[in-house]
């Protein structure tokens, strides 16, 4: 079984630029995840769907992040125009059982290392 | 409110070593779950193990080993006889009735052969 995939693996960019990420997750999984490591900090949480529809985006850190999941499948995230501080690792996480019970194991990809410059 | 910390920053052990990783986490709920994650130089994180706040058995899977302590809000790893493979980022992580993770700082792990 293909696990979480990502693309690119790496992205560099001018600040004011545009860049979209990718994700594909683990076939059948239902629940898909972004998350953001800041360089030395700790991998923070942006935004969960299920299915299509996005059922948590409390993380998001602002307009410029756009996140979408067109038919329940893959997802991309967007960022325009980026800034110097959305420079990370962007990674991408799915799960199979329906959201609600913290229950189950979240798979991740390689994420996305995101230069802004 | 949620929070995970991993207070190692750094560790280097020798091959053969056992080393212990610690992580604390910080909850209201009741009912939650705890896992590690580890992360290769690869960049991957690779899913070691979760456990939920009701079941507080320790956990031996090989050389892995986990010690969850409600007492101490502490869900410590350690690893016995070390080898150059482990050396990697290790995370602890927390999730509650939302699903999505908490995670620590990281404890980036060397082991010198």
């Known amino acids: 079984e293909a696990g979480v995939t990502q693309f690119p693996s790496h992205s560099v960019i001018e600040k004011g630029q545009t860049v979209t990420l990718r994700c594909d997750p683990i076939?059948?999984?239902?629940?898909l995840y972004w998350y953001r490591r800041v360089m030395g900090k700790e991998i923070k949480f942006l935004l969960h769907f299920v299915k299509e529809s996005k059922q948590d985006e409390s993380g998001m850190p602002n307009n410029r992040f756009l996140a979408e999941r067109t038919g329940g499948t893959y997802s991309t995230l967007k960022v325009q125009p980026a800034e110097l501080e959305d420079s990370g690792v962007y990674f991408c996480?799915?799960?199979?059982?329906?959201?609600?019970?913290?229950?189950?194991?979240?798979?991740f990809g390689p994420g996305t290392r995101l230069l802004v410059l | 409110a949620q929070k995970v910390t991993q207070a190692q920053t750094e560790i280097s052990v020798v091959e053969k070593e056992d080393v212990t990783l610690d992580c604390v986490y910080e909850t209201r709920d009741t009912t939650y779950y705890l896992f590690w994650y580890k992360q290769p130089p690869s960049g991957e994180l690779v899913f070691l193990i979760r456990?939920?706040?009701?079941?507080?058995q320790n956990e031996i899977s090989g050389r892995y080993s986990w010690n969850f302590q409600k007492s101490t809000s502490s869900f410590n790893f350690t690893i016995t006889a070390s080898q150059v493979v482990d050396s990697a980022v290790y995370f602890c992580?927390?999730?509650?009735?939302?699903?999505?993770?908490?995670f620590g700082t990281g404890t980036r792990l060397t082991v010198i052969p």
């Open positions: 996480a799915s799960s199979h059982l329906r959201g609600g019970t913290g229950q189950e194991t979240q798979y």
């Open positions: 456990r939920n706040s009701f079941d507080e």
């Open positions: 992580a927390l999730s509650e009735w939302a699903n999505n993770l908490f």
């Open positions: 076939s059948g999984h239902d629940n």
